[in-house]
Protein backbone atom coordinates (compact mmCIF):
# COMPACT_ATOMS: atom_id res chain seq x y z
CA UNK A 1 0.00 0.00 0.00
CA UNK A 2 1.24 3.38 -0.87
CA UNK A 3 -1.04 5.60 1.16
CA UNK A 4 -2.22 8.92 0.91
CA UNK A 5 0.13 11.72 -0.05
CA UNK A 6 -0.57 15.42 0.07
CA UNK A 7 1.19 18.52 -1.18
CA UNK A 8 2.54 20.82 0.03
CA UNK A 9 2.77 20.53 3.37
CA UNK A 10 2.75 24.21 4.31
CA UNK A 11 1.53 27.06 2.85
CA UNK A 12 1.09 30.66 3.42
CA UNK A 13 -1.31 32.92 1.56
CA UNK A 14 -2.86 35.96 1.37
CA UNK A 15 -6.02 37.11 1.93
CA UNK A 16 -7.92 36.90 -0.92
CA UNK A 17 -5.63 34.73 -3.01
CA UNK A 18 -6.76 31.32 -4.40
CA UNK A 19 -4.60 27.97 -3.49
CA UNK A 20 -4.22 24.71 -4.93
CA UNK A 21 -3.57 22.01 -2.73
CA UNK A 22 -2.99 18.32 -4.08
CA UNK A 23 -3.68 15.03 -3.31
CA UNK A 24 -2.76 11.10 -4.21
CA UNK A 25 -4.80 8.56 -3.09
CA UNK A 26 -4.29 5.14 -1.75
CA UNK A 27 -3.69 2.56 -4.46
CA UNK A 28 -6.88 0.60 -5.14
CA UNK A 29 -9.17 3.26 -3.98
CA UNK A 30 -12.08 4.92 -5.44
CA UNK A 31 -12.93 7.85 -3.42
CA UNK A 32 -11.46 11.21 -2.30
CA UNK A 33 -12.54 13.18 0.16
CA UNK A 34 -11.37 16.47 1.80
CA UNK A 35 -11.60 18.10 5.45
CA UNK A 36 -10.68 21.07 6.86
CA UNK A 37 -9.51 20.71 10.37
CA UNK A 38 -9.15 23.88 12.90
CA UNK A 39 -6.97 23.90 15.59
CA UNK A 40 -8.47 22.08 18.38
CA UNK A 41 -11.40 20.73 16.51
CA UNK A 42 -12.57 17.80 15.05
CA UNK A 43 -12.49 17.69 11.32
CA UNK A 44 -15.25 18.74 9.36
CA UNK A 45 -16.35 17.23 5.94
CA UNK A 46 -15.93 19.86 2.90
CA UNK A 47 -16.61 17.43 -0.25
CA UNK A 48 -16.39 13.62 -1.31
CA UNK A 49 -15.29 12.68 -5.52
CA UNK A 50 -16.26 9.53 -6.76
CA UNK A 51 -15.63 8.45 -10.41
CA UNK A 52 -14.64 12.16 -10.80
CA UNK A 53 -17.99 13.92 -9.94
CA UNK A 54 -18.67 15.37 -6.77
CA UNK A 55 -20.66 12.63 -4.32
CA UNK A 56 -21.83 14.56 -0.79
CA UNK A 57 -20.71 18.16 -0.08
CA UNK A 58 -20.42 19.08 3.52
CA UNK A 59 -21.32 22.77 4.65
CA UNK A 60 -18.68 24.80 2.59
CA UNK A 61 -19.24 27.53 0.07
CA UNK A 62 -18.98 27.12 -3.47
CA UNK A 63 -15.15 29.26 -3.49
CA UNK A 64 -14.69 25.70 -2.28
CA UNK A 65 -14.40 23.61 -5.09
CA UNK A 66 -12.36 20.28 -6.48
CA UNK A 67 -11.30 17.88 -9.15
CA UNK A 68 -10.40 13.99 -8.88
CA UNK A 69 -8.60 12.91 -12.05
CA UNK A 70 -9.36 9.47 -14.07
CA UNK A 71 -6.06 8.02 -11.67
CA UNK A 72 -7.94 9.00 -8.85
CA UNK A 73 -5.61 11.72 -7.64
CA UNK A 74 -7.50 14.88 -6.53
CA UNK A 75 -7.29 19.01 -6.12
CA UNK A 76 -8.78 21.38 -3.38
CA UNK A 77 -9.17 24.65 -4.86
CA UNK A 78 -10.15 27.78 -2.53
CA UNK A 79 -10.70 30.63 -3.80
CA UNK A 80 -10.67 34.29 -2.61
CA UNK A 81 -8.80 33.37 0.71
CA UNK A 82 -9.87 34.33 4.37
CA UNK A 83 -8.50 34.67 7.17
CA UNK A 84 -11.15 31.87 8.70
CA UNK A 85 -9.53 29.31 6.02
CA UNK A 86 -6.40 28.83 8.19
CA UNK A 87 -6.30 25.03 8.55
CA UNK A 88 -4.80 21.41 8.14
CA UNK A 89 -6.39 20.32 4.89
CA UNK A 90 -7.13 16.61 4.89
CA UNK A 91 -7.57 14.12 2.18
CA UNK A 92 -8.74 10.67 2.21
CA UNK A 93 -9.33 7.95 0.78
CA UNK A 94 -11.61 4.55 0.19
CA UNK A 95 -13.51 2.36 -0.82
CA UNK A 96 -17.51 3.32 -1.51
CA UNK A 97 -19.42 1.93 0.79
CA UNK A 98 -19.75 2.39 4.70
CA UNK A 99 -17.95 -1.29 5.39
CA UNK A 100 -14.55 0.22 4.84
CA UNK A 101 -11.81 2.56 6.36
CA UNK A 102 -10.85 5.62 4.94
CA UNK A 103 -6.76 6.35 4.84
CA UNK A 104 -6.04 9.90 5.57
CA UNK A 105 -2.56 12.25 4.21
CA UNK A 106 -0.62 13.68 6.82
CA UNK A 107 -2.65 17.33 5.68
CA UNK A 108 -1.43 20.35 4.06
CA UNK A 109 -1.09 23.24 6.88
CA UNK A 110 -2.68 26.71 4.85
CA UNK A 111 -1.97 30.10 6.73
CA UNK A 112 -3.65 32.92 5.17
CA UNK A 113 -2.31 36.83 6.43
CA UNK B 1 -26.54 12.01 11.07
CA UNK B 2 -26.65 9.91 14.01
CA UNK B 3 -24.27 11.17 16.63
CA UNK B 4 -21.91 9.74 18.75
CA UNK B 5 -21.08 10.97 22.64
CA UNK B 6 -17.41 10.42 24.30
CA UNK B 7 -15.80 11.22 27.27
CA UNK B 8 -13.91 14.22 26.50
CA UNK B 9 -10.72 12.92 27.76
CA UNK B 10 -9.43 9.69 30.27
CA UNK B 11 -6.21 8.65 31.13
CA UNK B 12 -4.58 5.25 31.51
CA UNK B 13 -1.29 3.78 32.55
CA UNK B 14 1.17 2.49 30.44
CA UNK B 15 1.45 -1.51 29.62
CA UNK B 16 -2.72 -1.60 30.88
CA UNK B 17 -5.69 -1.97 28.89
CA UNK B 18 -7.96 0.82 27.83
CA UNK B 19 -11.77 1.16 27.50
CA UNK B 20 -12.69 3.62 25.09
CA UNK B 21 -16.83 4.24 25.68
CA UNK B 22 -18.87 6.17 22.91
CA UNK B 23 -22.47 5.73 23.06
CA UNK B 24 -24.71 6.41 20.04
CA UNK B 25 -28.36 6.02 21.49
CA UNK B 26 -29.78 7.58 17.53
CA UNK B 27 -27.83 4.56 15.35
CA UNK B 28 -29.98 3.29 12.57
CA UNK B 29 -29.45 -0.13 11.93
CA UNK B 30 -27.34 0.55 8.91
CA UNK B 31 -24.66 2.42 10.29
CA UNK B 32 -21.38 0.93 10.61
CA UNK B 33 -19.30 2.16 13.79
CA UNK B 34 -15.85 3.28 12.79
CA UNK B 35 -13.17 4.43 15.14
CA UNK B 36 -10.42 6.95 14.52
CA UNK B 37 -6.95 8.04 16.35
CA UNK B 38 -5.49 11.18 15.53
CA UNK B 39 -1.53 11.31 16.95
CA UNK B 40 -0.50 15.07 17.24
CA UNK B 41 -0.14 16.94 13.92
CA UNK B 42 -0.76 13.59 11.65
CA UNK B 43 -3.90 12.82 9.55
CA UNK B 44 -6.45 10.69 11.44
CA UNK B 45 -6.20 7.11 11.21
CA UNK B 46 -8.28 3.98 10.61
CA UNK B 47 -8.29 1.32 14.08
CA UNK B 48 -11.22 -0.43 13.45
CA UNK B 49 -14.82 -0.92 12.42
CA UNK B 50 -17.94 -3.45 13.28
CA UNK B 51 -21.82 -3.65 12.68
CA UNK B 52 -23.09 -5.73 14.53
CA UNK B 53 -20.81 -8.41 15.93
CA UNK B 54 -17.27 -7.77 18.37
CA UNK B 55 -14.11 -7.52 15.82
CA UNK B 56 -10.02 -7.68 16.63
CA UNK B 57 -7.13 -6.72 14.68
CA UNK B 58 -4.08 -6.25 15.50
CA UNK B 59 -4.59 -2.41 17.10
CA UNK B 60 -7.69 -3.23 18.68
CA UNK B 61 -10.60 -4.82 19.76
CA UNK B 62 -14.16 -3.56 19.31
CA UNK B 63 -17.07 -4.54 21.40
CA UNK B 64 -20.78 -4.09 20.18
CA UNK B 65 -23.35 -3.45 22.51
CA UNK B 66 -26.35 -6.25 21.63
CA UNK B 67 -28.79 -3.25 21.27
CA UNK B 68 -26.20 -1.35 19.11
CA UNK B 69 -26.61 1.78 20.98
CA UNK B 70 -22.94 1.66 22.51
CA UNK B 71 -19.48 0.34 21.94
CA UNK B 72 -15.84 0.17 23.51
CA UNK B 73 -12.60 0.52 21.91
CA UNK B 74 -10.43 -1.80 23.66
CA UNK B 75 -6.59 -1.23 23.93
CA UNK B 76 -5.25 -4.35 25.39
CA UNK B 77 -1.63 -2.90 26.59
CA UNK B 78 -1.42 0.71 25.93
CA UNK B 79 2.03 1.90 25.04
CA UNK B 80 3.29 5.67 24.87
CA UNK B 81 2.32 5.64 21.13
CA UNK B 82 -1.51 4.90 21.51
CA UNK B 83 -1.86 8.73 23.30
CA UNK B 84 -4.02 10.33 20.93
CA UNK B 85 -7.38 11.68 20.03
CA UNK B 86 -9.94 9.06 19.63
CA UNK B 87 -13.15 9.37 17.97
CA UNK B 88 -16.13 7.07 17.64
CA UNK B 89 -17.90 7.48 14.07
CA UNK B 90 -21.52 6.31 12.45
CA UNK B 91 -20.74 5.53 8.78
CA UNK B 92 -24.55 4.93 6.65
CA UNK B 93 -23.94 2.88 4.00
CA UNK B 94 -26.22 5.64 1.86
CA UNK B 95 -24.69 6.39 -1.51
CA UNK B 96 -23.66 9.75 -1.82
CA UNK B 97 -23.92 10.71 1.79
CA UNK B 98 -20.24 9.29 2.47
CA UNK B 99 -18.89 11.73 4.92
CA UNK B 100 -17.44 11.14 8.40
CA UNK B 101 -19.18 13.39 10.89
CA UNK B 102 -16.46 14.21 13.56
CA UNK B 103 -16.80 14.90 17.20
CA UNK B 104 -14.58 16.18 19.54
CA UNK B 105 -13.22 12.83 20.23
CA UNK B 106 -12.14 11.50 23.82
CA UNK B 107 -8.06 12.49 24.41
CA UNK B 108 -5.98 9.59 25.78
CA UNK B 109 -3.14 10.39 28.01
CA UNK B 110 -0.98 7.29 28.56
CA UNK B 111 0.80 7.96 31.98
CA UNK B 112 4.51 6.12 32.08
Known amino acids: ETGVTQSPTHLIKTRGQQVTLRCSSQ?????VSWYQQALGQGPQFIFQYYREEENGRGNFPPRFSGLQFPNYSSELNVNALELDDSALYLCASSLVGADYGYTFGSGTRLTVV | DAKTTQPNSMESNEEEPVHLPCNHS???????IHWYRQLPSQGPEYVIHGLTSNVNNRMASLAIAEDRKSSTLILHRATLRDAAVYYCILRDVDFGNEKLTFGTGTRLTIIP
Open chain 1, 27 to 31: SGHNT
Open chain 2, 26 to 32: TISGTDY
